[in-house]
Nanobody
Framework: QVRLEQSGGGLVQPGGSLRLSCAVS????????IGWFRQAPGKERERVSC????????DYAESVKGRFTASGDYAENTVYLQMNSLKPEESGVYYC??????????????WGKGTLVTVSS
């Protein structure tokens, strides 16, 4: 059974940075696509990024391009989301999720519990 253990998050001022971590257990990172998602209060969940760990290809939502960077440590079976220049409207619960294969669009099989990010002065 694949498990995703999230850490990071918290309170940051507008324009600040945070790094989220997602430790994957029960599976080898290279066999999965890992997505980062977020859900703001009263809004639908949206995908922030999808990383195809087999070849390292990563795509991002237009709203975060140039500010967010997803990465992975294959030795540690952990993925990260570096978030820079954060905006108040990006506050919400951030989730990492995994699907076996290379396609986040087919739906995610495993989810982390989420971590709260609050961007506020």
């Amino acid at each position: 059974q694949v498990r995703l253990e999230q850490s990071g998050g918290g309170l940051v001022q507008p324009g600040g940075s945070l790094r989220l971590s997602c430790a994957v257990s029960g599976g080898t990172l290279g066999y999965y696509a890992i997505g980062w998602f977020r859900q703001a209060p009263g809004k639908e969940r949206e995908r922030v990024s999808c990383a195809k760990m087999r070849d390292g290809t990563i795509d991002y939502a237009e709203s975060v391009k140039g500010r967010f960077t997803a990465s992975g440590d294959y030795a540690e079976n952990t993925v990260y989301l570096q978030m820079n220049s954060l905006k108040p409207e990006e506050s919400g619960v951030y989730y990492c999720a995994a699907v076996f294969g290379v396609d986040c669009d087919s739906g995610m099989d495993y989810w982390g519990k989420g971590t709260l990010v609050t961007v506020s002065s």
